[in-house]
Structures are given as C-alpha cells and as structure tokens.
C-alpha cells in the first residue's frame, strides 16, 4: 500500500485537473460555433442533402432544423429510398408522413417493410398524381403486403401509360410483393409492362430482334422488371426463374426441369422445342461422365474440350479428329489432353494432334515458353517460325525464341542450339 500522503497528494491533483477541464470546456461552450440557423437556410441545406437518413438525421439537431425537415415539400425533387434497415422499421403512417415532405418523387425505393404495417396505402392520397409526375424508378421488394395490383391501380393514378414511351419507368421492381392478385389473366402483367420504357427482354437482344447475349442468366438481374409471365401463366421472380437460352420464354422452376435441359458447366437453361430446332447449344456431352455443357462453356470458358479439330481440317493431310469430348475434372482422371491452335482456334486430342494424318501442333513448351501452339497449316500460311533446339529438345515461339541459332560443333557441320546449350 502506498504511503498515505501519496495518496493525498495524487487525489489533490485529480482535483486540479479536473476543474482545469471543466474551466476549458466552459471556454469552449461559449466560443462553440452555432449550428443554430434560421428555416429557410436550413431548407436550402436540406436541398444539398440526398440521404433519408441523414435529412431525418438533421431533424434531430434543434427545433429550427426539425421544423425545416419535416414541414410539408421539405424536401423538393428527391429520391425517397428506403434500404432494408430503415424499410424495416417502415409504416404506412410513417410513409405517409414522408411522401409528405417531398414535393416530387423521382426514385421509390423501399425493401423489407414488414407485413401488415406497410400495404402502400399512401399510394391513394389525394394529390398523388402530382408527387410522381417525374417518376423514373419504382422498386418496392420483399414487402410481403403491398399488393401487386395496386401498384396498377396507382400507376393508372398518376398516368405512367399516358407518358411518351420512352418518358416512362426505367425500373420497375415488385419481387417479393404480393403478386397473387395479378395472376387473374394476362392483363396485369401487361398494364405493368406498359409502364415501362424499354421492354423487359430487351437485355437479352442487343441487336434488334435477334437474342445476342451468350449467357441468359449472367444478364437476368439487369432487366428494368423483376417479374416473369411464365409459360405456364405463373408470375416468377427473377432469382428463380429459368428462361430459354435460345426463345428467351420464362419457366418456372419446375416446368424447366420437365420441358428443357440445363448446363452442367454453367446452369443454363434451353427448352426441349429451341434443343430440337438448334443443333448447337447442348450438343456437347462429357464422355466420361455424360455431363451437358454449352458453347459458352466449350467455347469461352473451355469447361469441356472436344478434339473437333479446326478450320483446317479439310484440308488435305490435317483431316484428323475425332470428337472426343471430356470436361476438365474427367480430362484430370483419364489424363486427356487437348491442344488449341492459338491462329486458327482448331483443338485437337493429343493422340490426333500428332497422327501422322494431324495437323502437328507446334507448341512453344520450352524454358519460359508460353504454350501456345500453331497447327501446322497455320504455321505454313503465317510464315511462322518455331525454333527447336537439338541440345535440350525444347522448343519455342517466335516470341519466346530465346536466340536459336546455328552453331558448329566438332562431330557435323553444325546443328540448331539454344543459346544455353551452345554456352554462349
Ligand atoms: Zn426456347
Ligand atoms: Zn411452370
Ligand atoms: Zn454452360
Ligand atoms: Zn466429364
Ligand atoms: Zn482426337
Ligand atoms: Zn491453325
Ligand atoms: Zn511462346
Ligand atoms: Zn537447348
């Protein structure tokens, strides 16, 4: 224990220090700036600040600022966007109350407002036509009681049909809504499509008419509408429905696995009426496992490998392939190898590869190659030449070559060396 005037003596200087703070603080609360403004520079400071959360924020600082935030058109033009942590606190009383501070809306934005305490209903207040005249954007998801059918009756309301087509929703998001009600025919789906600017499959047909993506399911998400008409007159949303690689029709989980196949590379899907018509997508199956795979993973992201040889192929001499497909776990387990002529993007088995009938693929594998091969067509036509040296039996690319020469040496005339092996 120490010394009981020790004590004393560090308590006293406590003490001091103490009241010194508490001196400098008062100092500060006199000089403090004052966020104390009058309303109508709190309105135009309100005008600069985009965030729900931090106007709502704002409100909280004074009397003055809370009467500035919360006063009726507060808010001007403005984006009402109501992420997951503020729309699950969300009421249609509290709603209200914020549709009341804007004078315009241009995004609506609200997810995960609980069931039964937000149906929408300020959707009907009078004067709401005015509110949404420049609405561009419209997603309300995963609000459990909103019903669908209302947001017809509200897009009606404030006449998004009567704009220019291309003046009408970019957006228009409702998965996770209650879409029960819009199942009753086809009309409500297409009263929603009607408010829309561009239409739904448009991501998928970059040139007009014609399907130009790929891949079905990496642009889905990007649709301006999140909900899909079936083929079977159900409406799915986006995150489970399957659409048609090739017809772009919709399907609902179930359908798709009785009326079409899937990718076993990727998960996309073609129905069995676009499979029989085309003779490309799901052509390619796995030999080894019997796995489907489409051109996209042959083609791009090589999933699978077929020897299906190149455009060369008909050319006398190289007329060597046999279509044997593996994909990449099966080609590890039976130790299959495939070759790619980088000019001609030809691919061929290693067995057909260098069959006296083969194209003799020409690849650069030497020290610091880079693997990349020429069939010997190409290697003909593009006047290419793959250096190979007879000391180590390596060979290389025209890019890679590291200096492959003639050099004599005392048994012959001379012989092609690699700058290594001529000790050079
Ligand atoms: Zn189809
Ligand atoms: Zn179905
Ligand atoms: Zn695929
Ligand atoms: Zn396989
Ligand atoms: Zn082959
Ligand atoms: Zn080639
Ligand atoms: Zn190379
Ligand atoms: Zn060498």
């Not at 995004?107 to 609405?135: M, Q, R, T, W, Y």
């Not at 004599?408 to 012989?415: A, Q, V, Y």
Request: charged fraction near 25%.
């Amino acid at each position: 224990m120490p010394p009981r005037t020790n004590a004393k003596k560090a308590k006293a200087e406590a003490n001091a220090e103490d009241k010194a703070n508490a001196e400098v603080q008062a100092e500060a609360d006199d000089t403090k700036p004052s966020f104390d403004v009058d309303e109508s520079v709190a309105a135009a400071v309100l005008s600069r600040v985009p965030d729900i959360r931090d106007r709502l924020a704002l409100g909280c600082v004074s009397s003055v600022w809370k009467n500035a935030v919360t006063s009726e058109g507060a808010w001007g033009t403005c984006d009402l966007v109501l992420d997951s942590e503020l729309g699950k606190r969300l009421t249609d009383e509290r709603f209200g109350r914020l549709l009341h501070y804007c004078v315009e809306v241009k995004h609506l934005e609200v997810c995960d407002a609980p069931a039964a305490e937000f149906e929408g209903n300020f959707l009907f207040d009078e004067g709401i036509a005015a509110k949404f005249a420049s609405l561009e954007s419209f997603k309300l998801t995963n609000c459990p009681d909103v019903d669908c059918a209302r947001v017809v009756d509200f897009m009606n309301a404030i006449g998004m049909t009567a704009r220019p087509k291309d003046k009408r929703l970019r957006y228009l998001h409702l998965a996770g809504c209650d879409v029960e009600s819009l199942h009753e025919g086809v009309s409500p789906m297409v009263s929603l499509h009607d408010c829309l600017a561009a239409d739904q499959d448009d991501i998928f047909h970059l040139e007009q008419g014609k399907k130009s993506v790929p891949s079905v399911i990496r642009v889905q998400n990007k649709a301006n509408f999140d909900l899909w008409w079936s083929v079977c007159e159900l409406i799915v949303p986006t995150s489970e429905v399957k659409i048609c690689n090739s017809c772009t029709s919709a399907f609902c989980g179930s359908c798709a696995e009785q009326q079409g196949s899937f990718c076993d590379g990727c998960g996309e899907f073609m129905c069995f009426e676009c499979e029989e018509r085309s003779d490309d997508l799901f052509e390619v199956s796995c030999h080894g496992c019997g796995e489907r795979f489409c051109q996209e993973c042959l083609l791009l992201s090589q999933k699978i490998n077929i020897c299906r040889g190149g455009p060369c192929s008909d050319k006398e001499g190289t007329d060597k392939r046999c279509f044997k497909a593996y994909c990449e776990p099966c080609q590890k387990k039976k130790n299959v190898t495939f070759g790619m002529c980088f000019e001609c993007f030809g691919v061929w088995c290693l067995d057909c590869a260098y069959d006296k009938d083969g194209p003799c693929l020409n690849t650069c594998f030497g020290q610091g190659g880079c693997y990349e091969s020429m069939c010997q067509p190409c290697y003909e036509k593009t006047n290419q030449f793959y250096a190979f040296c007879f000391g180590c039996n390596e060979g290389w690319c025209p890019k890679c070559n590291p200096g492959v020469d003639f050099y004599s040496d005392p048994d012959s005339s001379g012989t092609l060396l690699c700058p290594t092996c001529a000790g050079a």
